[in-house]
C-alpha cells in the first residue's frame, strides 16, 4: 500500500473513533446532556462529594458520623432532657445596636413559651441569684467584711486602719478591673446577668422552623459573614462579604480559612434543624393555632443540593463537621475541669444521675482519636496575638447581631448556639485554663471558691446545647441520605 493509501486508512480510523466517542458521551447517563434529567443522579448529588477527609483536620466523614450516631447522639439526648440543661437563661429584649428593630416576626410559632416560675428547680434559682464568688467578689466590701474578724480579733490596728480607709469608689474600680480581666477570654457578650434576662425551658421551645424568612433573616446572616472581613486591601475585604466559593478558601491563612468554615457551619447545622423540623402544615384556629413538624427532604435537597448552590452545598456540608470537631475538642480538653462541677440543682437523685453521665459522655469524648488541633491556629509568633484579638472581637460582634434576629425563637437558638461556640473557643484558647492543667489545679481534693479559670452556669448550658444541636445535625444528615438515596 502507498504511503498516501496508509494515511487515508489511518484518517478513516481517527474518524470512526472520534464518532464513537460522541455517541457514548450522549449516551453516558452520567455526563452530557442526560445528566440532569436522571432522577437517581440528582437525588445522590447532595452526598456525592460529602466523603473523604474533612480538610484542616485529621479525620474523615465516616469516622465522625459513627462516633457521633453511635456514641454520642444517644448520650446527648438522655442528658439534655435534664433540668440543668434544660433551662437556660438568656436576654431576648436586648435591643438590637446596629439597626431599626423593625423586622418582629409576628407569627405565633416565633414566640418563646415562658415557663412557669415553679417549674425551676430551686437550686438553679438560688445560684442564679446569689453573688457568684467570682474574680470581682474578693475586690468587693462585702467580701472584704466577711472575713470573720472582729474588731476585737484585729490586734493590728494600724493595718486595720488601712483596709477601712479603701474608698467605695476604689472597691468599684477594683471590681471593674477584676471583670474586665475575666472577660478578656471571653469570645462572646454574656447578656443573662442584664436586667430583662429571663430563664427560658429549651424543651417547651425546641428550634424548628417557624416561617421566620426574607429580607430581615437574611440581612442577619449577610451581616455575620461580613464578619470575615479581616482587614487588609479592598480585594481582601470583599472576598469575604459574601458566601466563600470553597476554591477561593486555598488563597487564605489557616486562621481565616478556620474562621469562615466555623461560621459555615454553624449556618449549615442550624439549615439542617429548619429543614428537619420543617412546618408541613399548621391548623387555621387564630387564637391557638397548631403546627405540624417534620422533615422536609426537598428543602434539604434546595439547600444543600450542588444544582442550587453552585456546587457549595456539599462543601458547606463539610464545614458541619469541621465545627463539630471543633467543639468536640473543646470538651475533651475541659474535661478535667468539667468533672469538678457539680451540676446543683437541689433535686438529689438527679444531679447524681447528671454528674455520672457527664463523667460517661466525657470518657467517650477522650477516647476519640483524631481530634482537632487548636496549636495549628495562633502559632506564627507576635502576628497571632493581633489575629486572636481579632477573632474574639469578630465572635463577640457576631453574638451582638444575635440580639438583631427578628423571631424571638430563632433569636433564642441563636443565642444559645453562639454563647456555646464562644464558650468551645474561650476553652481552647485560654492561657488560664491551660495554667490550671499545668500546675495540676483539677487532680486537687479541694479547689478554692474562686479558681484561676472558671465557666459559668450559662456557658456550660450553652456549650453542651450547642454541641448537641451539632450532633443532631449530622445525625439528621444520615436521615436525608436515606430518603434522598
Not at 436586648?94 to 415557663?115: G, L
Not at 416561617?211 to 472576598?239: Q, V
Not at 437558638?413 to 492561657?431: D, H, P, V
Amino acid at each position: 500500500m502507498s504511503a498516501r493509501g496508509t494515511r487515508q486508512v489511518q484518517r478513516n480510523l481517527w474518524a470512526s473513533l472520534l464518532a464513537l466517542l460522541v455517541i457514548l458521551y450522549w449516551a453516558d447517563p452520567t455526563g452530557g446532556y442526560f445528566a440532569a434529567l436522571d432522577e437517581t443522579e440528582t437525588n445522590k448529588n447532595c452526598f456525592c462529594e460529602l466523603e473523604g477527609s474533612i480538610n484542616d483536620c485529621s479525620c474523615d466523614v465516616d469516622t465522625v458520623d459513627h462516633f457521633n450516631n453511635m456514641k454520642i447522639f444517644p448520650r446527648l439526648q438522655s442528658l439534655l432532657v435534664k433540668n440543668f440543661f434544660r433551662f437556660y437563661k438568656v436576654n431576648l429584649r436586648q435591643e438590637c445596636p446596629f439597626w431599626p428593630d423593625d423586622s418582629r416576626c409576628a407569627i405565633r410559632f416565633c414566640q418563646v413559651e415562658n415557663c412557669e416560675e415553679q417549674a425551676i428547680p430551686q437550686g438553679i434559682k438560688d445560684k442564679g441569684e446569689h453573688k457568684e464568688k467570682a474574680a470581682a467578689f474578693k475586690y468587693s466590701r462585702e467580701a472584704q467584711s466577711a472575713n470573720g474578724c472582729s474588731d476585737a480579733e484585729d490586734f493590728d490596728s494600724a493595718l486595720g486602719f488601712l483596709d477601712t480607709s479603701i474608698s467605695d469608689q476604689a472597691h468599684r474600680e477594683f471590681e471593674l478591673w477584676a471583670k474586665h480581666d475575666e472577660a478578656e477570654e471571653d469570645f462572646c457578650i454574656v447578656d443573662d446577668h442584664e436586667e430583662g434576662s429571663q430563664y427560658v425551658d429549651l424543651l417547651l421551645n425546641p428550634e424548628r422552623y417557624t416561617g421566620y424568612r426574607g429580607e430581615s433573616a437574611h440581612r442577619i446572616w449577610k451581616s455575620i459573614y461580613l464578619e470575615n472581613c479581616f482587614g487588609g486591601n479592598n480585594e481582601t475585604a470583599n472576598k469575604f462579604s459574601n458566601y466563600v466559593p470553597h476554591l477561593d478558601l486555598r488563597n487564605v491563612c489557616l486562621e481565616q480559612r478556620a474562621f469562615y468554615r466555623i461560621i459555615s457551619g454553624l449556618h449549615s447545622s442550624i439549615n439542617i434543624h429548619l429543614c428537619s423540623k420543617y412546618l408541613l402544615s399548621e391548623s387555621k384556629d387564630f387564637l391557638d393555632p397548631q403546627g405540624i413538624w417534620g422533615p422536609n427532604a426537598q428543602e434539604f435537597k434546595r439547600r444543600f443540593s450542588p444544582e442550587t448552590t453552585g456546587g457549595e452545598g456539599p462543601h458547606w456540608l463539610r464545614n458541619l463537621y469541621f465545627i463539630y470537631l471543633v467543639e468536640l475538642r473543646a470538651l475533651a480538653k475541659a474535661a478535667p475541669y468539667l468533672r469538678r462541677e457539680d451540676y446543683y440543682t437541689g433535686i438529689a437523685e438527679e444531679d447524681d444521675e447528671v454528674k455520672l453521665a457527664i463523667n460517661d459522655l466525657l470518657s467517650v469524648i477522650q477516647s476519640f482519636q483524631s481530634h482537632f488541633d487548636e496549636n495549628a491556629l495562633f502559632s506564627s509568633g507576635i502576628a497571632s496575638i493581633k489575629f486572636k484579638s481579632d477573632y474574639k472581637e469578630k465572635f463577640r460582634n457576631i453574638s451582638r447581631i444575635m440580639s438583631c434576629v427578628g423571631c424571638d425563637k430563632c433569636k433564642l437558638w441563636g443565642k444559645l448556639q453562639t454563647q456555646g461556640l464562644g464558650t468551645a473557643l474561650k476553652i481552647l484558647y485560654s492561657e488560664k485554663l491551660n495554667l490550671a492543667t499545668e500546675s495540676g489545679l483539677w487532680d486537687r481534693p479541694h479547689i478554692e471558691a474562686d479558681p484561676i479559670f472558671r465557666l459559668s452556669r450559662p456557658e456550660i448550658v450553652a456549650l453542651f446545647n450547642a454541641f448537641g444541636r451539632l450532633s443532631n445535625s449530622i445525625y439528621e444528615m444520615e436521615n436525608f441520605r436515606r430518603v434522598l438515596r
